[in-house]
């Protein structure tokens, strides 16, 4: 029950973080820069749960699933995609849909190489 509880504030704070960062940028380039963010930060906290093995499994359950699943935005990614797209907006859709996936692929492992020398 305690993971579920840490999980539940975790996933709350990433929320609000999310929707302060969306709201000082404005537009769907916000959702990228989240979810890259996002991506490069559980790579770092992926590192650092390896090798930090006496920590309690609800530390990472509040870090991982919690505050960095809130904080990141498949689902608005995908809205903004399908508004680019249903607004003939195709090649800024495209480089949108792609280039958060590529960058944020890219950023995951930037991440895991970060926290691999970090920790």
């Known amino acids: 029950m305690i993971n579920v509880l840490s999980i539940f504030l975790g996933g709350g704070?990433?929320?609000?973080?999310?929707?302060?960062?969306?709201?000082?940028?404005?537009?769907?380039?916000?959702?990228?820069?989240v979810n890259l963010l996002g991506a490069l930060l559980i790579g770092i906290a992926f590192q650092f749960f390896l090798s930090r093995t006496e920590l309690r499994p609800e530390v990472r359950a509040f870090i991982i699933t919690g505050l960095l699943?809130?904080?990141?935005?498949?689902?608005?990614?995908?809205?903004?995609?399908?508004?680019l797209a249903g607004s003939q907006r195709w090649a800024e859709a495209s480089f949108y849909l792609l280039g958060s996936l590529l960058l944020g692929v890219l950023f995951l492992?930037?991440?895991?190489?970060a926290g691999r020398i970090l920790w």
Do not use: E
């Not at 699943?69 to 508004?83: A, E, I, N, P, R």
């Open 13 to 33: 704070i990433g929320a609000v973080l999310r929707h302060l960062v969306c709201s000082k940028i404005g537009n769907h380039w916000a959702v990228m820069a």
């Open 69 to 83: 699943g809130g904080f990141t935005t498949f689902s608005s990614y995908m809205l903004d995609f399908g508004v």
């Open 109 to 113: 492992f930037l991440g895991m190489k």
